[in-house]
Structures are given as C-alpha cells and as structure tokens.
C-alpha cells in the first residue's frame, strides 16, 4: 500500500522569506512523488515531478523539491515566497510497483503568505 | 493547451436522484479519473480508467459507478444520491500505459451539494 502524510494543515510565511511544505511517504517500490497545487475554486495544477536522478527536482513558479529516499520525504520549497503563491499544496505518491497509475494524495496544506 | 472540462461548477440535488457528473479531456489522454476532495482528507480516488471501455476501483467507490463509452469522456454516476456525497468531485486525465508516471491534468471541479 501507498501513503502520503503532509504534517501541517497550514504554514504562515512573511512574503520575501522562505518557503517549505513538508511531505513524507511510504511505498513498498521506488516512489514517484509529485506537488500540485490549488488555487480557490480551481482545479489542481501540476509543480513539480520525481521520478529518479538527481534529488532537487524544479519546477513552476520558482518552486523546487528534495527527495530524501533515507527520511522517505519529499518536501517543497520556495527561497522567496510571494502572496500570489498562497494557495492549497498536495503532495502525492505513485508506487512504482503496481499498475494503474494510481496516485495517492496527502491531506493537503494551506499556505499563507503575508505581505 | 491541455484541457479538462467538467459538465457544471456547482449542482444541488435532492436525496435519492441519479446524477451523472461529466468529464470531457481533449488531450487524446489514455487513463482518466475521478477524486472527491473532502477538507482534511485531501483528494481520494473514485474510480479510473485506463482504456475505452475499462474500469478500475479506486479507494472508495462505494455508491458510484463509472462509464467511459468514448475516450475523450469519462462519467461518475451516483446511483442514489445521500447527503454523505456532498463534495468537491475532480475529474483528471493523463497521458500512457497503465505503469506510465505522467502527471496527471485536472479539471475544475464539480462542487455537488445533495439536500
């Protein structure tokens, strides 16, 4: 089975400072880690993606993530945040294991960026 | 440019009736979706399909059923509505095989409220 856990409901940040949303994950086979992210009354947009290589995968908006295989995490980061990046962030997990292309979603966290 | 599209932004329906929520993809996309998003729960999948005509369980199907008749389209059938389907239902596509890791393309979201 695949899990994903986002820790924090909500993380506040001062626009300009930095930025991370935390995200851990348990599979059985090599993971596939992705970070959407939902804007009020939108869908979901894709960010960001690991699949294998190199560790710090970047993405849109100036968003990047580390894939720590030996703390199962895949936490997302931005050095400056701005207040047009407050928002919902998902983070999911394929098994690399199993058929279907099924994605497992964590629980989703807010983040507030102050002016 | 990608696109998902969802038959309605908002319904109300009354307990019992069948709904029918449609998701159409213009991406030529093999695999297609449908999540609820619950606040706090995050998105939990439905159903999917992988080809014309296939269907496959998600986490929670208990109370619906999926068609997909033509690959572009991709429907949620709620047999018997209850007030416990009251959500935020997104449709999603992407691209490859069933052990494919593409991202997957969401839709805006259907926003159902049953009465």
């Known amino acids: 089975a695949q899990s994903v856990a986002q820790p924090e409901d909500q993380v506040n940040v001062a626009e300009g400072n930095p930025l991370t949303v935390k995200c851990t994950y348990s599979?059985?086979?090599?993971?596939?880690l992705f970070w959407y992210v939902q804007y009020p009354n939108r869908g979901l947009q894709f960010l960001l993606k690991?699949?294998?290589?190199?560790?710090l995968v970047k993405g849109s908006y100036g968003f990047e993530a580390e894939f720590n295989k030996s703390q199962t995490s895949f936490h997302l980061k931005k050095p400056s945040a701005l207040v047009s990046d407050s928002a919902l962030y998902f983070c999911?997990?394929?098994?690399?294991?199993?058929?279907?292309?099924?994605?497992?979603f964590g629980g989703g966290t807010r983040v507030l960026v102050k002016p | 440019d990608v696109k998902v599209t969802q038959s309605s932004r908002y319904l109300v329906k009354r307990t019992g009736e069948k709904v029918f929520l449609e998701c159409v993809q213009d991406?030529?996309?093999?695999?297609m979706f449908w999540y609820r998003q619950d606040p706090g729960l995050g998105l939990r999948l439905i159903y999917f399909?992988?080809?014309?005509?296939?269907?496959e369980k998600g986490d929670i199907p208990e109370g619906y059923s999926v068609s997909r008749e033509k690959k572009e389209r991709f429907s949620l059938i709620l047999e018997s509505a209850s007030t416990n389907q009251t959500s935020m239902y997104l449709c999603?596509?992407?691209?490859?095989?069933?052990?494919?890791?593409?991202?997957?393309?969401f839709g805006p979201g259907t926003r159902l409220t049953v009465l």
């Open positions: 399909s992988y080809d014309v005509k296939m269907k």
């Open positions: 991406m030529d996309h093999e695999n």
């Open positions: 999603a596509s992407s691209f490859g095989s069933s052990f494919s890791y593409n991202e997957q393309f």
């Open positions: 690991y699949i294998t290589g190199d560790n």
């Open positions: 999911a997990v394929r098994d690399g294991k199993a058929a279907g292309n099924k994605l497992t």
């Open positions: 599979v059985s086979g090599n993971p596939y």
